[in-house]
């Protein structure tokens, strides 16, 4: 008779074949037996998200997957279900599409879908969240984007409601901005007769600094004998980015310079300490290496490494030797020990350009990479990861336990830096620079991995201009910390982290004693 781990086994390479070596992570229950499925279900490896659906859990011992990472399967299984369902018969919504074509992959509440073979049906899922499949009285034309079926971008800048101009403006300006001309758009505006959504185009186009094709939206409708009402349909409270008028730009770009126009406003009205100019630059640099154990103790921690104090002055002091010491050789948290101690000799450096008036945005685009490379040296020097690991931002998606932002997909990466490192650039707060381009830089997620270490790093660097210390963000308030990045990333409200930031900048770092590890779940 087959012990138990024998037969999880079979199962589990059954579940490998039908997942196409772990390339899917949803799968109908139909496709596994009712004893490889239930074997599966009850070690944790298959999860229900609905009746007939299942998502695969490949870290059965961490948290369940469904509730903790649903955004890890959510959009994957939108797609197979829907093509289950309806075949190639349906579409997203205005909405959906948009967020999607601006590179937002969140997980909204509820997503419409269109299709002639729906029934008006409510679709509940786990989370909260839902579809509604809308019937259509046709089927209609839809563009593929990682296996979603999206109605196309001009069209559904046009379907919007007046409504999603104010709650989504990020997701339809990163669109707008991408679009070239106006000739589709008015395109759909005069096949359909659409007048009244002609002049809410226009509006947000001259409200964006693009007058010459608001101008030819209205002359075009008038032309044809419409009387377009011009009206700006976005909330002329918040700051917005100025588009070119000239050249398109990625939607990622777009979004990043947005969301740093918009937030940016709401954090200089918070910011709780003034910029000063450093005399005293060795004194300075001093201070960043008095505070180098908490900073390690505590930084590291917040990323679910066991470290001790004992190791980390180790580390500062050149006694780990991994050629010597098996232990710290083997161990996962000496290599991060050492590789944080080679990123912030490099970022420590850096900051003494900073402070003779480099200027940040042009060195923090030639050297974040480097600082990367920095951290993870030990673990390709260990053999552990591949030097190609390393070479640049990341090639595949992400996605981030607990929390419902999804980074930006890996071909939306560049343009997005490019507009992170252009808008550090125009910025001359310090201080504002140094509460945006760190969660912006958490936003898009570039590297595989170390993103929340590279971005305390960046936001160092930035106090370092604003003339304010090293400031460590201690492990005993991460929870709150990741709140507030949650808050900023997902609801685009920078308050929060920005009152945190400025009341750590005020006070003195934790002392290194009372730090406690705990790990990331």
């Not at 955004?71 to 289950?84: G, H, I, K, N, P």
């Not at 309806?86 to 299709?115: C, K, M, T, Y």
């Not at 381009?437 to 595989?448: E, G, K």
Request: contains cysteine.
């Amino acid at each position: 008779m087959a012990k138990p781990n024998e037969l999880l086994a079979a199962s589990l390479a059954e579940l490998r074949g039908v997942t196409q070596n772990g390339t899917r992570s949803v799968v109908k229950s139909e496709e596994l037996s009712r004893v490889h499925r239930e074997r599966l279900q009850d070690n944790g490896f298959l999860e229900e998200i609905m009746k007939g659906w299942l998502a695969v859990n490949s870290r059965p011992s961490a948290n369940n997957r469904i509730d903790a990472a649903w955004s890890t399967v959510y959009w994957e299984f939108v797609a197979r279900y829907l093509d289950d369902r309806f075949a190639n018969e349906w579409r997203l919504s205005a909405d959906a599409s948009v967020a999607l074509w601006s590179e937002n992959h969140s997980i909204p509440g509820q997503v419409i879908v269109r299709s002639s073979k729906a029934n008006n049906q409510l679709v509940k899922l786990p989370s909260n969240t839902s579809l509604y499949l809308l019937r259509s009285k046709e089927n209609e034309p839809a563009e593929m984007r990682q296996r979603l079926r999206l109605m196309p971008m001009e069209e559904a800048i046009c379907n919007l409601s007046p409504e999603s101009w104010r709650t989504s403006a990020t997701d339809v300006i990163a669109v707008i901005g991408s679009i070239r001309g106006t000739s589709t758009l008015l395109q759909y505006l005069l096949d359909g007769g659409r007048s009244h959504v002609g002049g809410r185009i226009a509006g947000a186009l001259r409200h964006l600094g693009r007058t010459r094709d608001a101008d030819t939206i209205i002359k075009t409708l008038e032309s044809a004998g419409y009387n377009p009402h011009e009206d700006n349909p976005f909330d002329p409270a918040v700051d917005l980015v100025t588009l070119d008028a000239r050249r398109t730009q990625a939607p990622s770009a777009t979004r990043i310079k947005t969301l740093w126009a918009k937030m940016g406003k709401d954090a200089l009205n918070h910011i709780g300490f003034e910029q000063v100019r450093i005399n005293d630059r060795d004194g300075y640099i001093a201070d960043i290496d008095e505070r180098y154990v908490a900073d390690a103790l505590n930084s590291l921690s917040i990323e679910g490494y066991e470290v001790s104090e004992e190791l980390i002055r180790r580390v500062q002091d050149g006694q780990w030797k991994p050629d010597e010491d098996a232990q710290d050789h083997e161990t996962k948290n000496a290599l991060a020990a050492k590789g944080y101690r080679l990123a912030f000799e490099e970022v420590r450096d850096d900051i003494r350009k900073i402070l003779d008036g480099a200027p940040t945005g042009e060195l923090l685009e030639a050297r974040h990479q480097d600082w990367f490379r920095a951290m993870f040296s030990p673990s390709v020097n260990a053999g552990i990861i591949k030097a190609h690991q390393v070479a640049g931002y990341r090639s595949h998606n992400v996605y981030l336990r607990g929390s419902s932002h999804v980074p930006l997909p890996p071909h939306a990466i560049a343009d997005a830096m490019d507009a992170l490192f252009e808008s550090i650039s125009e910025e001359s707060d310090a201080r504002l620079k140094a509460i945006l381009a760190p969660v912006l830089f958490t936003y898009i997620h570039p590297f595989p991995d170390g993103n929340g270490r590279i971005a305390r790093f960046m936001m160092n660097a930035l106090l370092a201009e604003s003339g304010a210390p090293w400031t460590v963000i201690p492990v005993a308030r991460r929870d709150e910390y990741m709140n507030a990045l949650e808050e900023a990333s997902q609801h685009e409200n920078i308050v929060p982290l920005t009152n945190f930031v400025c009341e750590l900048v005020n006070a003195p770092p934790p002392p290194t004693g009372a730090t406690a590890a705990r790990k990331d779940n």
